[in-house]
Structure formats: C-alpha cells, structure tokens
C-alpha cells in the first residue's frame, strides 16, 4: 500500500511550521519601530496525472474530467505588507516618521545602502545625523554644537538655531528612496532593507514629491502587525498542523491494517 498520503500530510506539517515562524516572527515585532509584518504564501506541488480529461475512454467516448493526484503543498514566498503603521507622538526633535511610501536611505558599514522606516535618530559626537546603531543618515547633515531648536519640514529640510544667529540656520534636506517593487527589497534586520534586483534602483526625492510620504518630526511609525488578527491566524495555523498530524496517524494505522490483516 502506497504511503503518499503519509507524504502529503508532511508536507503540510513542514509548510504550517514555516507559517507559524512567520507569525511568531510578526508578533514578536509588535512593538518593532517601522517595522512590517509578512504574510505566508502558499503554492500546491507537481500534480500526477493518472487520466487526462479529454483521454480515450472507450473507442467512442472520451473522459469528460481526469484523474489528477495532488503531491502537496509547500510556502512559496513570504509577502512583505506595507500598509502604514500609526503614528505615536514622542516629542524628540530628531524622531522621524514617514506619512506615506518611501525610506530613509542610511550608510551601512563597508559603504553599503540600507533603507529604513525606523526614524529613531540621534545625534554623533561629531554632529552628525544618526541611526542608534551610529550608521549615518544620507544624505549627511551635520549639527552644530550648541545649535538649539531643531526643526525637520515636512520636504526634510533641516534647521536649527545657532548661537549668534538670530535666524534659523538650513544644515541640509533629508531625501525619500522609492522603488519600483518595494516588496522586493531584501530584508537584512535591525529594520534595514537593501536593494535587490527585483526591487529595482532607488529612487531618491524630495519627501511629499511624486508620492513619496512626508516627514512628521517627533513621531514614529510603529509596527502594523495586528496582535488579534495574528491570534487568529495562529490557531487556524495550529488547527491545520493538527490535522495534517491526525492525516499521519491515520495513514499509519491503514498501512498496519493491511500489513496484519491481508
């Protein structure tokens, strides 16, 4: 007797394994600045085709629906959901959030772009404008020391009040990268993403020109994972793995029916 529904039912564990990662991932980033949750994509396996619809089934007739076994199910990708996060109100000066699409563009280490929606940022020994991690915001603005009463515009600008001036003084403009295909950006953690041949080239720009999102300063993006609708994505994940467990257990129990009694 055939153990391919023993096979299936395991292929239907390993995938329902992999989606539940992808949920526990989500909710343990609930509380991640800018972070995005990602949705589990499922595709069936190669199909065995025992009749084909339209064969001969006789020297008059033809088969009107064919015989076709399935092999499985396996994840074929997980689907990055870029919806907005809401806003929270924080009151620092160099917290930064995006209303609308777009990333910050941040120099990794070895001078390689990383692009965020964390906009967490703070201030170098040096002045300069940067992550938590010390990796600089690009374009690179500079502030003064001493200079007082910072403002971000919603385009990015960058002022603040320097000692002796009774004006405000421009340091620079921050710039939004687009790309054609965000969800193929590669996802590299610590809330940064890198460019990829499927997401295309970035597209630097004024924030709030030809739809990229606009600045809010002293704001975050929080995570716009949904804790409950994650809940109910975990038991239906939990009920799935159950069952395709229970498949397992009673394709076992066949197999010894006919290995004891035939």
């Not at 054609?180 to 080239?201: C, F, H, I, R, V």
């Not at 994940?237 to 010894?256: F, G, H, P």
């Amino acid at each position: 007797m055939s153990s391919a529904a023993m096979h299936i039912a395991r292929t239907g564990l390993d995938a329902q394994d992999m989606r539940m990662r992808v949920i526990s991932n989500n909710l343990a980033n609930v509380n991640t600045t800018g972070f995005k949750k990602d949705r589990a994509s499922f595709a069936t396996l190669s199909y065995q085709t025992v009749t084909a619809a339209g064969a001969q089934s006789s020297n008059d007739s033809k088969y009107a629906t064919g015989l076709n076994l399935g092999t499985g199910v396996r994840i074929q990708g997980t689907a990055r959901m870029d919806t907005q996060g809401s806003m929270q109100t924080t009151g620092n000066s160099l917290d930064m959030a995006l209303d609308g699409d777009g990333y910050f563009q941040v120099q990794l280490p070895g001078g390689q772009l990383g692009y965020t929606r964390a906009g967490n940022f703070s201030r170098s020994p040096e002045g300069l404008l940067v992550t938590n991690e010390g990796y600089q915001v690009m374009p690179g603005i500079t502030v003064p020391q001493g200079a007082t009463q910072i403002t971000v515009g919603t385009d990015g600008t960058v002022s603040a009040t320097i000692a002796g001036q009774t004006e405000p003084a421009q340091l620079g403009q921050l710039q939004v990268a687009t790309f054609a295909n965000p969800g193929g950006l590669q996802s590299k953690g610590d809330n940064y993403m890198l460019e990829t041949a499927a997401s295309g080239a970035a597209n630097l720009g004024v924030p709030g020109e030809d739809g990229r999102g606009m600045v809010r300063q002293g704001m975050l993006e929080a995570s716009n994972v949904n804790v409950v609708e994650e809940l109910v994505d975990m038991i239906e994940c939990q009920r799935a793995y159950e069952v395709n467990s229970k498949m397992i257990s009673a394709t076992d129990d066949m197999l010894k029916y006919v290995n004891q009694n035939i």
